[in-house]
C-alpha cells in the first residue's frame, strides 16, 4: 500500500542553524501539506502547496520557512535559522481530500 | 473564539464500552477528517466525510451540515483503539486544514 515517508525520524540541532525536512509523498497525489506539533499541544497547519506553488499558509509560516518540490517525487520544508520554539513534531501529509499523514520529523533545536 | 472544539477532551472507558467523542466547528467547511494519534506520535486518517455518516469496522461517523457538528463513534471499544482521537476540516474556500485540540481516549481491560 502507498505511504507517505520523512526523513529524518529525528533532527538535532543547534539553534540558528538551518534544517530541511524531507517527504516523499504518495506519487499521484498533487496536493501535499506540512503540519506541526509542539509536544502537548495541537497538531498546527503550516503550509499547502499545489501545482509547484503555496496555495495557502498559516501565520506561523513566515519568512524563515520555505517549501519547494525539488523533483518529481521529494517534498522539503526547509527552516533557515532555527529558534528553541521550532522544536516539535512535523508532519507531512499528501492528498486531494482524504489526506495520508507521514510518520514526522521529530526535530530537537538546543 | 475558537473554530472547533471536541468533548470531551478526556475519556476512560471499559472495554467492550460504546464511545462518542464530538466535534463542533463554527465555520463554513468543505470537509471534516476524523484522525487518530498513536501514543508514539503517528497520524492516521479514519474518515473524511461531507455529509451523512460513514462506518468502518467499529467505527462509525456522523456529520450534521446544518448543526455544524460530527461525531465519532466507537463499538465494542477495545484497549487498542486507546489513542488521541482529532477531528479537522478544511475550511471552504481555503486550503487549510484547522484541527481541533483531541480527545485522549484510554481504553481499560
Known amino acids: 500500500e502507498p505511504e507517505v515517508t520523512q526523513t529524518p525520524s529525528h533532527q538535532v540541532t543547534q539553534m540558528g542553524q538551518e534544517v530541511i525536512l524531507r517527504c516523499v509523498p504518495i506519487s499521484n497525489h498533487l496536493y501535499f501539506y506540512w503540519y506541526r506539533q509542539i509536544l502537548g499541544q495541537k497538531v498546527e497547519f503550516l503550509v499547502s502547496?499545489?501545482?509547484?506553488?503555496?496555495?495557502?499558509k498559516s501565520e506561523i509560516f513566515d519568512d524563515q520557512f520555505s517549501v519547494e518540490r525539488p523533483d518529481g517525487s521529494n517534498f522539503t520544508l526547509k527552516i533557515r535559522s532555527t529558534k528553541l520554539e521550532d522544536s516539535a513534531m512535523y508532519f507531512c501529509?499528501?492528498?486531494?481530500?482524504?489526506?495520508?499523514f507521514g510518520p514526522g520529523t521529530r526535530l530537537t533545536v538546543l | 473564539k475558537n473554530e472547533v472544539e471536541q468533548s470531551p477532551q478526556n475519556l476512560t472507558a471499559q472495554e467492550g464500552e460504546f464511545i462518542t467523542i464530538n466535534c463542533s466547528y463554527s465555520?463554513?467547511?468543505?470537509?471534516l477528517h476524523w484522525l487518530q494519534q498513536h501514543p508514539g506520535g503517528g497520524i492516521v486518517s479514519l474518515f473524511m466525510?461531507?455529509?451523512g455518516k460513514k462506518k468502518h469496522g467499529r467505527l462509525i461517523a456522523t456529520i450534521n451540515i446544518q448543526e455544524k457538528h460530527s461525531s465519532l463513534h466507537i463499538t465494542a471499544s477495545h484497549p487498542r483503539d486507546s489513542a488521541v482521537y482529532i477531528c479537522?476540516?478544511?475550511?471552504?474556500?481555503?486550503?487549510?486544514?484547522?484541527f481541533g485540540p483531541g480527545t485522549s481516549l484510554s481504553v481499560i481491560p
Open positions: 479537522a476540516f478544511l475550511k471552504t474556500s481555503y486550503d487549510k486544514v484547522i
Open positions: 466525510l461531507s455529509s
Open positions: 501529509a499528501s492528498g486531494g481530500g482524504e489526506q495520508f
Open positions: 502547496f499545489y501545482n509547484n506553488e503555496i496555495s495557502e
Open positions: 465555520v463554513g467547511i468543505s470537509a
